[in-house]
């Protein structure tokens, strides 16, 4: 990771984020579960790392409790990707109950979006709806956390949520998420860039 003293601001604010992380046991704890599954191009993304910033940048003293954990990986090669999702699912369960998993196998998730197929897990989250959301964490053998965030982390750490402009979702997916997830319920100084129906 970088050091915080000599780093750019996309270093810092990565550096700043692995940080938040290392201090949380629970998020710790579904890395370490992560890792011990040696999966392909895997990571954990959205509100994993979104909301635990979000938290920080408005002082809670308690963290917002997970929905879900969004655990990615990319393995064209699986015949029966929804099988082995489950599997997966059930093992991380076991190990690490406390938390509601959620699997997905990144190489068939395109069907469900109606864009060309991904090639990497990488690809599938710069394809997310939120630019906050569009972030994900791997934790590595070597204890090392490592942070991809294709668009940075500045909206994250500014509270400014805005549409990713990449995705071919319409306005009206993104009003939609924003309202039902009541974000600004729950994080007050979230500022939406509500986008213009095209």
Known sequence: MATLGRSTSSDYLSTATAELIMCDPLRMAALEAAAQLNLNDWLIGAGFVRNLIWDHRHHFVHNTPLNDVDLLYFDATDPTPK?????????????????KWEVRNQARMHLKHGVMPYQTTRDAVA???????????????????????PYGLDN?????????????????????????????TIWPQLRVIWPVER
């Open 83 to 99: 099988q082995t999702e489950i599997k997966i699912t059930r093992h991380l369960s076991y190990i690490c109950p406390q938390l």
């Open 127 to 149: 394809d997310w709806i939120e630019l906050p959301t569009c972030v994900g964490v791997k934790y590595s053998r070597s204890r090392q956390i490592s942070i991809f965030s």
């Open 156 to 184: 994250n750490w500014s509270l400014e949520v805005k549409m990713n402009p990449q995705t071919p979702t319409s306005p009206s997916l993104f009003h939609q998420r924003v309202t039902d997830k009541h974000w600004q």
